[in-house]
């Protein structure tokens, strides 16, 4: 943990420290209550140790401070001045605990692997509503492809390590599914884990929600916000579609990744954080950086290790493997048990493109398990745009033009965010991409 000593005596100052720190965990020792907000302000501790009798100043005034700049830390009341009444006012302002000089070694690291516990329960309780909130289903780490497999792998290899990972591949192909993965294998993965869609928010907003701002930084800011970065404090933030991150934002993550500090909006105080970064995009960054809407600094600073994620008309094999999970998925969520998939419809299957990868796979599925009233899905369970014309057409197959337009159209939805994105890579306008969309029932 990361642990703040307060306290006037430079001796129990050192004897904290070195007892904690003997047990692996980080401390800061600071002797009056400024120097303890200043740290809470610019650090997220886990744990503070706080004196009752701090020089002239009493602890019991700085607690209600420690709840309202860093309400997560959990506060252990110390005093030579031990008494039911101080305890009680104590605990009421919001210390966790209470310890009486002198004390033992023993008796601090009781206290703080007590602590420790809790604090990983609630971050595992915070981790697993997030997990309840996606309801995805489980996730199989392995493939009969031998490009997915070496991206499984090198991910596994890397998840160890400190380094900022970028993973890269179409949308849909499982990229925040595998960052989750890297966290949990990581000796980080009792810590948060923070998501952030950088196309979802505006850049004034996604700036705020990234670093945090105070109160009255902009309108609407009606109380200080912490920030992503201080809320996974020791943990991984994931910043998905990285491509997207407007390019004021940009110099300000670079400084992160560097030097790990950075200022809340609004707030000239700069803070330190401890968390790994983990980025995915969609885009061609490479491009980006040429057309400057992309810093090169950034993205040689995110690159450091790249792991490929093929999309899934390139693994066909794993079709199967993956649908089959999702199928028991969902027919739980339905209460229905299901022996699986006909030869038919899992032919269908293995053919079709997938243009929007394993999102569009889970969709497909999710609908069979809803419409299936058998134990078996078969192809009429199935959309008519995969069994209709479920094998890879390419530009020379004897097919009409409307049905190469069919799939070049489902392809660039299941791979753009909006239509008005789809409409220009396809050269039409929205009005036209909508009659379209009528005509072939997408």
Avoid at 54 to 67: A, H, K, N, Q, R
């Amino acid at each position: 943990m990361n642990i703040l000593i307060i306290d006037d005596e430079p001796n129990i100052r050192k004897t904290l420290s070195m007892c904690l720190e003997s047990s692996g965990h980080r401390t800061k020792t600071v002797s009056c209550s400024k120097d303890a907000i200043s740290e809470l302000e610019s650090e997220v501790f886990d744990l503070a140790f706080v004196d009752l009798r701090l020089g002239t100043e009493s602890g019991l005034d700085l607690i209600p401070s420690i709840v309202s700049v860093s309400p997560w830390t959990k506060m252990v009341v110390i005093t030579a001045f031990a008494s039911v009444e101080t305890a009680v006012e104590a605990m009421k302002l919001g210390a966790s605990d209470y310890l009486a000089k002198p004390f033992k070694p023993d008796q601090v690291l009781l206290i703080a692997e007590r602590v420790g516990k809790i604090r990983r329960m609630e971050q595992k309780i915070i981790n697993l509503q997030n997990d309840i909130e996606r309801l995805h289903p489980s996730v199989s780490y392995s493939s009969s492809n031998p490009s997915m497999q070496k991206a499984l792998d090198l991910a596994a290899e890397v998840a160890g390590s400190e380094a900022v990972v970028m993973l890269r591949g179409p949308s849909g192909t499982g990229k925040t599914v595998l960052a989750k993965a890297i966290h949990s294998w990581s000796k980080r993965a009792d810590k948060p884990l923070a998501v952030i869609s950088c196309p979802s928010l505006s850049a004034e907003l996604l700036e705020s929600e990234l670093f945090g701002h105070v109160k009255g930084a902009f309108t609407g800011a009606l109380r200080d916000n912490p920030g992503r970065i201080a809320s996974c404090e020791g943990g991984t933030l994931f910043l998905d579609e990285i491509g997207d991150l407007p390019l004021h934002v940009q110099p300000k993550l670079l400084r992160f990744l560097q030097d790990r500090e950075y200022e809340r909006v609004g707030d000239h105080k700069t803070r330190k954080a401890d968390v790994r970064i983990i980025a995915a995009t969609n885009a061609d960054l490479e491009k980006a950086v040429r057309d400057g809407r992309f810093r090169e600094d950034l993205y040689y600073r995110l690159n450091v290790i790249q792991i490929d994620l093929p999309p899934l008309s390139e693994r066909p094999s794993d079709v199967e493997k993956i649908a089959s999970d999702m199928l028991s998925f969902f027919g739980g969520q339905n209460h229905k048990m299901f022996k699986g998939f006909s030869e038919e419809a899992m032919k269908a299957m293995k053919e079709y493109l997938w243009p929007g990868n394993i999102r569009e796979l889970r969709n497909v599925v999710e609908r069979a398990a809803i419409l299936c009233k058998s134990d078996t899905v078969d192809l009429c369970h199935l959309p008519d745009f995969i069994h209709v014309r479920s094998s890879a057409m390419r530009i020379g197959d004897p097919v009409s033009i409307s049905e190469i337009e069919e799939q070049h159209i489902r392809r660039v939805l299941a791979s753009t965010k909006v239509m008005q994105e789809a409409s220009g890579i396809l050269g039409i306008d929205q009005a036209t991409l909508w009659r379209k969309r009528k005509q072939y029932g997408i």
